[in-house]
């Protein structure tokens, strides 16, 4: 399970890091949201990975956190998200006002010439 984190942690940070290099203002944006989904995965998986544990406590046993994952990194991705999420939409309306003042959707505002 731990190799099949790392390696989409890896897909998602070359990915985003590539699409961030590239000239266009739409594929930055979607480079950054990408890098935000890796850092996401980095932190929720930093609260431990289980499977087939019981998400609480059972009634009538003591409670071992050693058999639980850690709460706090999974709200810590949860406000992440939300705040991603409110960030990407303020980026797409400021691209689509940048494109309509300058008619390109280059990073610097105009097209290279050729």
């Known amino acids: 399970m731990e190799a099949i984190v790392s390696l989409a942690i890896g897909v ?3 990915a985003g890091v590539w699409l961030l290099l590239r000239p266009r203002t739409f594929q930055v944006i ?11 995965l980095f932190i929720f998986s930093t609260g431990g990975l289980r ?3 019981a998400p609480v406590l059972l009634s009538g046993r003591f409670g071992d956190l050693a ?3 850690d709460p706090l990194p999974q709200a810590l991705v949860l ?4 705040i991603g999420f409110a960030t990407t939409a303020l980026f797409l309306v400021v691209l689509l006002a940048a494109r309509g003042f300058s008619g390109s959707d ?9």
């Open 12 to 14: 998602l940070t070359g």
């Open 30 to 40: 979607i480079g950054l949201s990408l890098l935000s989904y890796a850092v996401n």
């Open 51 to 53: 499977t087939g544990a």
């Open 67 to 69: 058999q639980h994952s």
């Open 79 to 82: 406000t992440a998200i939300v």
């Open 106 to 114: 280059h990073v610097n505002g105009r097209e290279p010439k050729r």
